[in-house]
T-cell receptor, first 115, second 109 residues
């Protein structure tokens, strides 16, 4: 079974704190993703990594950075957390896509509250 | 860019059929997808349809694709309380998926 794990299910941080969200996958997938999920807005892509040390900005990268030092691990960093970053954060992974069926596998999510 | 839209809520009685609709603006996606998110969990691939098909049936699930109108739907027959979840349609753009806003399905007895 493909497994994507996230370091915390719930996290409460104060405004201005540096926040690390960790994601680990065990299927040797090349691609990893960080999404943010907000009611009525669906899933929005924050950052995408297609290989170790490689990254690409998604739709809403402002206020976030990422790190991928090892293939199985992809970290999302909030340099200075703000209240508008209170949200559900979802990590996903996938094989590099070809022409066939393409599937992303998701972790359970981290609900982050910034006070 | 690609835009994928869904209605936000659907409420059905247990045993009835549910139909969740999705429209997309432009897609060369070979497959179109439906993901399900149960309460407190991440998303999981529920079903998909190949772009040169009009319909796909998988037990209680029927996916309909109208490429001319860029409309995708998911029908759940005999809806059960365990089907209560958020359903996302998605299209593929290179190695990314573009997700709709999600439809929250509530099933009442």
């Amino acid at each position: 079974d493909v497994k994507v794990t996230q370091s915390s299910r719930y996290l409460v941080k104060r405004t201005g704190e540096k926040v690390f969200l960790e994601c680990v996958q065990d299927m040797d997938h090349e691609n990893m993703f960080w999404y943010r999920q907000d009611p009525g807005l669906g899933l929005r892509l924050i950052y995408f990594s297609y290989d170790v040390k490689m990254k690409e900005k998604g739709d809403i990268p402002e206020g976030y950075s990422v790190s991928r030092e090892k293939k199985e691990r992809f970290s999302l960093i909030l340099e200075s957390a703000s209240t508008n970053q209170t949200s559900m954060y979802l990590c996903a992974s996938s094989l590099r896509g070809g022409g066939g069926l393409y599937e992303q596998y998701f972790g359970p999510g981290t609900r982050l509250t910034v006070t | 860019g690609e835009d994928v839209e869904q209605s936000l809520f659907l409420s059905v009685r247990e045993g009835d059929s549910s139909v969740i609709n999705c429209t997309y603006t432009d897609s060369s996606s070979t497959y179109l997808y439906w993901y399900k998110q149960e309460p407190g969990a991440g998303l999981q691939l529920l079903t998909y349809i190949f772009s040169n098909m009009d319909m796909k049936q998988d037990q209680r699930l029927t996916v309909l694709l109208n490429k001319k109108d860029k409309h995708l739907s998911l029908r759940i027959a005999d809806t059960q309380t365990g089907d209560s979840a958020i359903y996302f349609c998605a299209v593929r753009n290179t190695d990314k998926l573009i997700f709709g806003t999600g439809t929250r399905l509530q099933v009442f007895p």
